[in-house]
């Protein structure tokens, strides 16, 4: 697995104080993108809390998410969440170590009590001195929230006074992109009460023992959820249910839990999100379709990365994004003068990049710019890597719907029916697409659209 530390540098650390005139939690900001370009410190808010008990255990549950692992439990290690200022909305997210959970707080209009919310992405500071002083706010007393530098200390600081170095796996910053492409083929499955949300999660088991009985299903039944052995029409896909855990943070403040997955085609796991509605506020976690496989892996932006086409509409869709809280895709096509169908492939491939995400609750992306490199999912993926090198290297060769790709000391063959592309290879006969397209599919993908490779590397 490819790492490369990720060196935050903080202005101070992150703290919660006491004064006379009340609490202040201030929430420190690494390097990070804004409208005005990239900034040490950005600051996107300040301003009162309408729930901060609420708003405490919500950014408690994406820290929690940011520190676990939820299979092999080994080589412990959390990045600090990403917190994107979307003008109207702060939203907290942040991505297990396993890359199976993607967790993401909003803290929408309502729950923002001060001076307009600012535009752009960075880390936040979450250390565990703040993370024991938000665990112990008990009341909605007014609290009021500092998100990136007093205006003071912009002019004052001379460089960092606080740096933490974290191994980033690059499976992470795919994993990212996967999740977003997944929701995006979501739909509301169930909507519960807060009673009866509060019922079913804390019926589920806390520990997987379950790993041998193969994915576990949950259908609408009335206005709750029960649980099912069939995938029948409509039924979510609940694979390691202990994954949820960190909903409990906030269970006694819901108001509502809704439950998202992808139409059902066969009895194969597929992924879920799971979204407590909160006073003010929304917590989602979208879980992959098995504890043991995470996001990384999953090859659904794969396709949109295989031409020059879509890096091109990318390049141009960009341009038009401006930390919308929510992106439109047909308002983007008329401004670009794309096709919507094209505007929905560039912006997955923006995703690959970190610059947008799916809000499942409005239907739509959000821009949002990760605070790293994270072009380099796109330059260390496999399968992707594997199939430039193969297209540049000559061994495709394409006979109407039928290509032959020779690969090693072997030759396989790619046919295309319906628009869908087959292959003879061990990847297509263990996944039959459910994972992306395999090395060979996305070569003759790229020499049939007349993709630019050069060593394999474009």
């Known amino acids: 697995m490819t790492r490369s530390v990720q060196a935050l540098a903080y202005a101070r650390p992150s703290a919660l104080e006491s004064s006379q005139v009340g609490a202040s939690l201030g929430l420190e900001t690494a390097g990070g993108l804004t409208p005005r370009g990239a900034e040490a410190h950005p600051r996107f808010f300040a301003g009162f809390l309408s729930a901060p008990r609420i708003a405490a255990r919500g950014l408690l549950a994406v ?14 290690s959390s990045l600090d969440p990403v917190v994107t200022g ?23 209009q309502e729950g923002l009590e001060g001076e307009r919310t600012g535009h752009g992405t960075t880390n936040v500071d979450v250390n565990n001195p703040l993370r024991d002083a938000l665990s112990r706010i008990t009341a909605d007393d007014p609290l009021h929230l500092r998100v990136g530098p007093e205006e003071l200390a912009v002019t004052t600081v001379d460089g960092p006074l606080v740096e933490k170095k974290v191994p980033l796996p690059d499976r992470w910053l795919r994993g990212f992109a996967e999740a977003q492409v ?10 519960l009460s807060a009673a009866q949300a509060v019922a079913f999660l804390r019926s589920l088991p806390r520990r997987s023992g379950n790993a041998a009985r193969g994915a576990q299903w949950v259908v609408a039944s009335g206005s709750a959820l029960r649980p099912t052995t069939r995938p029948a029409p409509g039924a979510v896909c609940l694979p390691g249910p202990e994954r949820l855990v960190a909903l409990e943070r906030v269970l006694r403040h819901a108001t509502a839990l809704r439950v998202y997955g992808p139409p059902v085609a066969d009895g194969a796991p597929v992924a879920s999100a799971w979204e407590v509605v909160l006073p003010g506020m929304r917590l989602t976690l ?9 996001f990384s892996g999953e090859g659904g932006v794969l396709e949109a990365l295989a031409t020059d086409e879509a890096a091109a509409d990318a390049e141009l869709v960009s341009v038009l994004l401006a930390w919308e809280p929510t992106i439109e895709p047909a308002s983007l096509a008329q401004q670009s003068g794309l096709s919507v169908e094209r505007v929905r492939a560039a912006l997955t491939r923006l995703g690959t990049a970190g610059r947008v995400g799916y809000d499942l609750a409005d239907a739509a992306y959000f821009h949002r710019e990760l605070p790293y490199d994270a072009d380099r999912a796109e330059r260390h993926n496999p399968r992707l890597v594997a199939a430039r090198e193969l297209a540049g290297a000559g061994a495709v060769s394409l006979d109407g719907a039928v290509a032959s790709v020779a690969s090693g000391d072997r030759r396989y063959q790619v046919r295309e029916s319906d628009g869908r592309l087959t292959c003879t290879c061990q990847w297509w006969a263990d996944y039959r697409g459910k994972r992306g397209p395999c090395k060979h599919a996305l070569a003759v993908t790229m020499v049939r659209r007349g993709a630019t490779v ?3 590397v474009r």
């Open 63 to 76: 820290a929690d998410v940011a520190a676990a692992r939820y299979y092999q439990r080994t080589l412990a």
């Open 182 to 191: 997944a929701s995006a083929g979501f739909d509301l499955r169930a909507e």
């Open 86 to 108: 979307n003008g109207d909305r702060l939203r907290f997210e942040s991505f297990s170590g396993c890359c199976g959970v993607y967790a993401r707080l909003d803290v929408l």
């Open 286 to 294: 979208t879980l992959s379709p098995d504890a043991a496989r995470g």
């Open 454 to 456: 050069a060593g394999g």
